[in-house]
C-alpha cells in the first residue's frame, strides 16, 4: 500500500460555521485560554477538509464543535445540509442537565447521529459516580448511541467508575478520544498505569480508541512518541479496536493534514493489509455505521 494512494475515514473531525452557530469556545476572551487558539478559530467546512486531504478523505465522522450546546441538534441540521460524503455525527449533550433524555430522543430523530459526547476530562471520576449522568448513558445506550469520552486514562479513579457504568450498562458502547490521554513519558508510573487501565477497558469488549489528538497535551510532538503510543495501544488492544484519526482542524498545529496521515500509514508498515484496513477505515465504518 503507498502512502501516497490510501485513502481513509477521518473518525474524528470538527467544522466551524462561525457565521451560524456560537463556539463560544473558540473567543479570544472565553477558555480555554490557548496562546495559538486564533490558528484554528476560521470558517472550517467540509471543502476544507476535503481539500486538505488532497482528495484522499473517504467519509469523516463529525465531533460536535459547539456550535449550540444549548439545543445541539442544530448542528446536526446544518451538518446534513451542507455534508455530500459519507459521514456521520456525533451530537453534544450535557449529561448534567435537566433535558438530557428529551435531548437524546430528540437527537435520535436525525439520520446521521451515531453517537454523542460529553467532554469529562477532569471531572470524569464525580460524574461518572453522578446517577443522573449514569441514567443518560444508559438511554443512550437504548437509543444504540456510542458516547465519545474524553478522559485521562492514567486516572485510576476514573477508570474504575466508567468500568462500573460498563458493567451495569452491558449494550453501552464507549470510544474513547485522543489516544486516552497518554502521559508524556514512557518510562513514568503513569504511563504503565495507563497502559493497564487500557487492559482492563479493552477487556470488557464494549471500548474502542481512536489514535487522535496529540496535539491536545504537546503542540510540538514528535513522530518518535507518537509511535511509541501506538505500539503499546496496537500491542495492548489490537488492531480491531482501534482507529486513527486526525482532530482536524486542531492538528494543523502540528502539521498538514495530509502529511499526518501519511504518517500514520507509515506506522503501519509491519501490519498485515487486513490491520491497516481497519485502522484506515474498517473500524470507523463499522463502529460509527458510515454507509
Given at each position: 500500500?503507498?502512502?501516497?494512494?490510501?485513502?481513509?475515514?477521518?473518525?474524528?473531525?470538527?467544522?466551524?460555521?462561525l457565521?451560524e452557530g456560537?463556539?463560544?469556545?473558540l473567543?479570544?476572551?472565553n477558555?480555554?485560554?490557548?496562546?495559538?487558539?486564533?490558528?484554528?478559530?476560521?470558517?472550517?467546512t467540509?471543502?476544507t477538509l476535503?481539500?486538505?486531504?488532497?482528495?484522499?478523505?473517504?467519509?469523516?465522522?463529525?465531533?460536535?464543535?459547539?456550535?449550540?450546546?444549548?439545543?445541539?441538534?442544530?448542528?446536526?441540521?446544518?451538518?446534513?445540509?451542507?455534508?455530500?460524503?459519507?459521514?456521520?455525527?456525533?451530537?453534544?449533550?450535557?449529561?448534567?442537565?435537566?433535558?438530557?433524555?428529551?435531548?437524546?430522543d430528540?437527537l435520535?430523530?436525525?439520520?446521521?447521529?451515531?453517537?454523542?459526547?460529553?467532554?469529562?476530562?477532569?471531572?470524569?471520576?464525580?460524574?461518572?459516580r453522578?446517577?443522573?449522568?449514569?441514567?443518560?448513558?444508559?438511554?443512550?445506550?437504548s437509543?444504540?448511541f456510542?458516547?465519545?469520552?474524553?478522559?485521562?486514562?492514567a486516572?485510576?479513579?476514573?477508570?474504575?467508575?466508567?468500568?462500573?457504568?460498563?458493567?451495569?450498562?452491558?449494550?453501552?458502547?464507549?470510544?474513547?478520544?485522543?489516544?486516552?490521554?497518554?502521559?508524556?513519558?514512557?518510562?513514568?508510573?503513569?504511563?504503565?498505569?495507563?497502559?493497564?487501565?487500557?487492559?482492563?477497558?479493552?477487556?470488557?469488549?464494549?471500548?474502542?480508541?481512536k489514535?487522535?489528538?496529540l496535539?491536545?497535551?504537546?503542540?510540538?510532538?514528535?513522530?518518535?512518541?507518537?509511535?511509541?503510543?501506538f505500539?503499546?495501544?496496537l500491542?495492548?488492544?489490537?488492531?480491531?479496536?482501534?482507529?486513527?484519526?486526525?482532530?482536524?482542524?486542531?492538528?494543523?498545529?502540528?502539521?498538514?493534514?495530509?502529511v499526518?496521515?501519511?504518517g500514520?500509514?507509515?506506522?503501519t508498515?509491519?501490519?498485515?493489509?487486513?490491520?491497516?484496513?481497519?485502522?484506515?477505515?474498517?473500524?470507523a465504518?463499522?463502529?460509527?455505521?458510515?454507509a
Amino acid at each position: 500500500m503507498s502512502e501516497h494512494s490510501v485513502s481513509w475515514i477521518d473518525p474524528h473531525i470538527h467544522f466551524f460555521a462561525l457565521d451560524e452557530g456560537d463556539y463560544n469556545w473558540l473567543k479570544p476572551a472565553n477558555a480555554p485560554f490557548w496562546p495559538d487558539k486564533k490558528a484554528i478559530a476560521k470558517h472550517t467546512t467540509e471543502h476544507t477538509l476535503y481539500c486538505a486531504s488532497l482528495g484522499q478523505l473517504e467519509g469523516f465522522v463529525h465531533i460536535e464543535a459547539g456550535y449550540d450546546n444549548e439545543r445541539p441538534w442544530r448542528e446536526i441540521a446544518f451538518l446534513e445540509r451542507h455534508c455530500t460524503l459519507p459521514f456521520r455525527s456525533v451530537g453534544c449533550i450535557d449529561l448534567t442537565g435537566n433535558k438530557v433524555g428529551s435531548h437524546i430522543d430528540k437527537l435520535n430523530k436525525y439520520n446521521s447521529v451515531r453517537g454523542l459526547r460529553h467532554i469529562l476530562d477532569d471531572e470524569a471520576e464525580a460524574l461518572l459516580r453522578t446517577p443522573k449522568v449514569k441514567w443518560g448513558l444508559r438511554h443512550m445506550a437504548s437509543q444504540d448511541f456510542s458516547f465519545d469520552a474524553q478522559l485521562n486514562l492514567a486516572d485510576s479513579n476514573a477508570v474504575r467508575a466508567l468500568l462500573n457504568v460498563l458493567e451495569q450498562t452491558p449494550s453501552l458502547k464507549v470510544a474513547i478520544n485522543h489516544a486516552a490521554i497518554a502521559p508524556m513519558d514512557a518510562n513514568s508510573l503513569g504511563f504503565k498505569t495507563w497502559q493497564q487501565n487500557i487492559r482492563y477497558l479493552s477487556e470488557t469488549e464494549q471500548v474502542a480508541f481512536k489514535f487522535s489528538g496529540l496535539e491536545m497535551q504537546e503542540r510540538c510532538w514528535q513522530w518518535q512518541r507518537a509511535s511509541a503510543i501506538f505500539e503499546r495501544l496496537l500491542h495492548t488492544v489490537g488492531a480491531d479496536r482501534m482507529m486513527f484519526a486526525s482532530n482536524f482542524p486542531l492538528c494543523k498545529w502540528r502539521m498538514p493534514y495530509a502529511v499526518l496521515w501519511r504518517g500514520f500509514v507509515a506506522m503501519t508498515t509491519s501490519l498485515s493489509e487486513t490491520q491497516k484496513a481497519a485502522l484506515l477505515s474498517v473500524n470507523a465504518k463499522r463502529w460509527y455505521d458510515i454507509a
